[in-house]
């Protein structure tokens, strides 16, 4: 069972940072070790968006164009927890953020694709950015 949880949404204002987490203390340490992980977020109306993804080790990280140089990925393997430091946040990047998690094959590319057949989803953060 891989259950995971959100944390660190809020309202701020455009400009400003927030750094989300994603915790799995549920998750053994073996089977997190295995996990790459993938942040997403959606808008109202809107489709699940591809925010970034961070391999199991925390070595490779690849995002989104629209986030890319604003966001950073990173993860604390002996905590459980990945994270998702926001910058210079934009009136767009206001959505529900999720993190999923799926087994790393390594393989080239594997970070860009292959999230929508994963079954370990977060229940969302929220995160509202005024103008």
């Known amino acids: 069972q891989v259950t995971l949880t959100e944390s660190g949404g809020g309202l701020v204002q455009a400009g400003d940072s927030l750094r989300l987490a994603c915790a799995g203390p549920g998750v053994s340490g073996r089977a997190w070790r295995a996990y790459a992980m993938a942040w997403f977020r959606q808008a109202p109306g809107k489709e699940r968006e591809f925010v970034g993804a961070i391999s199991s080790t925390g070595a490779i990280t690849y995002y989104a164009d629209s986030v890319k140089g604003r966001v950073t990925a990173s993860r604390d393997n002996d905590k459980k927890i990945i994270y998702l430091q926001l910058n210079n946040l934009k009136p767009d990047d206001s959505a529900v953020y999720y993190c999923?998690?799926?087994?790393?094959?390594?393989?080239?590319?594997?970070?860009?694709?292959?999230?929508?057949?994963?079954?370990?989803w977060g229940q969302g953060t929220q995160v509202t950015v005024s103008s």
């Open positions: 999923a998690a799926k087994f790393d094959s390594g393989s080239p590319g594997s970070l860009e694709g292959g999230w929508s057949s994963t079954p370990y």
